[in-house]
């Protein structure tokens, strides 16, 4: 292949344990992440971003199946050659300060450029505390000294989990800008892993949501967002009038809100089709009060995505 993608999983899966016992992890994961993107990993807390991770980086070996950077099996000698990574807690010497442990690692990768630690540690904000000892970092500037880590010998891939935990937000906003530039102004491939939908909605470019170990979607940002946005609320009268007519082509539901004199109408169409909802109304001589495009977030589009799976009963290995 003369220009691979930067990351193609093929069924990758971990399971740990054995038996009944036994935790399915990962599952049968399929992912292709496009050289230059930022790439969303998203889902709940214990849906197996860190492991595949882990794998990615060959921090685990697979149970089954394989992970490939630009085009070479990560468990093949020099294939992460090119990959910079931040794993859940990154490891520090505390007592050293946070310059002299990019020092160290620098160092031991036989690739110690003052001047790139320097940049480093003014682009991710660390600049005015880089002399004191880690120890005394709170947990945002640790995680602040781990993007630095992961970008010192400037990957061409940075493969970063939660970037943003324990950040405030301020920092966390710093930190997007950044993870942007990374891929926009410097061509890098970003792939970040949260369980924020609103980080993934405003930092990536495409992603993909996990949960269980499984995929269970995946595509650009903005075609899960238009996908999210569906509901049409309106206050009609006379409201079975209303309801009747736009039963003929949409699903409603009625819904009361207190405080207002009559109940919503919420229909299940795409704004698209706002014009013509109106218009059905209006040609049966119903009176239209107000329309509302709601905007589902996509929090709740996450919730709505992950419940069906939640339905299945108890979380357990498949075989
Ligand atoms: N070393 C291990 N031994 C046994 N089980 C593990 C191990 N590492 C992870 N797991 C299990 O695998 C599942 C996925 O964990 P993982 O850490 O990958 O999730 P995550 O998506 O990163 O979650 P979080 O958002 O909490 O960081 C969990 O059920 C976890 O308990
Ligand atoms: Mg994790």
Redesign the pocket.
């Known amino acids: 292949m003369p220009n691979p993608p930067a990351i193609c999983t093929d069924s990758l899966t971990k399971t ?2 054995k038996g009944k016992t036994s ?1 399915a ?2 599952r049968n994961l399929n992912l292709e992440v496009e050289r230059g993107q930022v790439y969303g990993f998203l ?10 991770i882990r794998m990615l980086m060959d921090l685990v070996r697979p149970s089954a199946g394989r992970a490939e950077i630009h085009g070479r099996n990560v468990r093949e000698a020099g294939a992460l050659a090119r990959v910079g990574g931040l794993v ?1 807690g990154p490891a520090f010497y505390g007592y050293l300060s946070g310059r002299n442990n990019l020092e160290v690692l620098a160092r031991t990768a036989n690739d110690y450029r003052p001047e790139r630690i320097r940049a480093l540690l003014e682009q991710v904000g660390l600049a005015a505390r880089a002399a004191q000892p880690v120890g005394a970092y709170s947990m945002g500037m640790k995680q602040r000294l781990g993007v630095a880590a992961a970008l010192l010998g400037d990957p061409d891939l940075v493969v970063l ?2 970037p943003t935990n324990g950040l405030d937000p301020a920092g966390i906003q710093e930190m997007r800008g950044f993870i942007r530039g990374l891929a926009k102004e410097q061509g890098k491939t970003v792939f970040i ?1 949260s ?1 924020l939908l609103n980080e993934v909605e405003q930092t990536c470019d495409r992603v993909a949501i ?1 949960h269980k ?1 499984e995929m269970i979607r995946e595509g650009p940002v903005a075609g899960l967002l238009a996908e999210s946005i569906s509901n049409l609320r309106i206050q009609a009268a006379p409201l079975e009038q209303a309801e009747q007519a736009l039963r003929e082509r949409w699903e409603v539901a009625r819904e009361s809100v207190p405080g207002d004199a009559i109940p919503w109408l919420v229909v299940k169409a795409p704004p698209p089709d706002s014009p013509r909802v109106v218009e059905l109304l209006v040609g049966k001589g119903v009176r239209v009060h107000q329309v509302v495009i709601r905007r589902q977030t996509l929090e709740s589009y996450f919730l709505a995505a992950t419940s069906d799976l939640h339905a299945g009963g108890p979380e357990a290995a498949h075989d």
């Open positions: 740990f344990g935790i992890a990962v889902g709940p807390n214990g849906a197996g971003k860190t492991t595949t859940e989990d939660e892993s369980h996990i170990g």
